[in-house]
């Protein structure tokens, strides 16, 4: 049973592109996470999907950000106009249902870096 | 400020010791923790969790205790293996209730000497 697939690996973006980062939970799973971490800092939460609809994204800034977890297909989180204090780690997790006792399982994570 | 964890301290161990990561945190409505393993290029991994009613709990080579009083969380691990060399992260609820909403601190990076 393949673990949580993010792609690409690596990511790099001059200042202003858009920047696409995917996420294909493990199977089984339909609840989907997203954290941004920073050089020596703890993961920060980001959003929480479920398929077709976003739970909270309280941890996404307002702008530029956004993310989906569609039907079919890997959740997208979508970075647009780039800028250098984006390039972090960028990790998903998944995990079968969004109750308690839910471990969440991370990917490896997408490390962006923006010139 | 970070309310989890402090800078990212550093702690050297020789191969077969315990190891002791400490984390602080200061929200009192916090009701579950959890300790991630994250090796480098990788992404966090599960080691243990606990909830508020416990003080202690064990698993394979690992113990975590919770101190509610002066709201202190310590992982230790037993007989440490290089293959424990790692940033060890703590992670709170803040919530209480919504255990999806995880707050990490910033990190121990635990080194295992041969």
């Known amino acids: 049973n393949a673990g949580v697939m993010q792609n690409p690996r690596h990511l790099v973006r001059r200042r202003g592109q858009e920047a696409r980062l995917r996420c294909s939970p493990m199977?089984?799973?339909?609840?989907v996470y997203w954290y941004r971490q920073l050089p020596e800092e703890g993961l920060k939460f980001m959003v929480y999907l479920q398929k077709e609809n976003i739970i909270d994204e309280s941890g996404m800034p307002k702008e530029r950000f956004s993310a989906e977890f569609p039907k079919e297909g890997p959740s997208i989180l979508r970075i647009q106009q780039v800028v250098r204090g984006d390039s972090a780690a960028y990790f998903c997790a998944s995990s079968p249902s969004g109750g308690e006792d839910n471990e969440q399982f991370f990917g490896p994570g997408t490390r962006l870096t923006v010139l | 400020g970070e309310s989890v964890g402090l800078h990212l301290p550093t702690l050297s161990v020789q191969e077969g010791d315990n190891s002791i990561i400490n984390c602080a945190y200061s929200?009192?409505?916090?009701?579950?923790f959890i300790w991630y393993k994250q090796e480098s290029g990788k992404g966090p991994q599960f080691i243990i969790d606990?909830?508020?009613?416990?003080d202690k709990r064990q698993g394979q080579r690992v113990t975590v205790l919770l101190n509610k009083t002066v709201k202190h969380l310590s992982l230790q691990i037993a007989a440490t293996q290089p293959g424990d060399s790692a940033v060890y992260f703590c992670a709170e609820n803040r919530d209480g209730g919504s255990n999806y909403k995880l707050t990490f601190g910033k990190g121990t990076l635990l080194t295992v000497n041969p």
């Open positions: 929200n009192s409505a916090s009701d579950y």
């Open positions: 199977k089984g799973h339909s609840h």
């Open positions: 606990i909830r508020s009613n416990m």
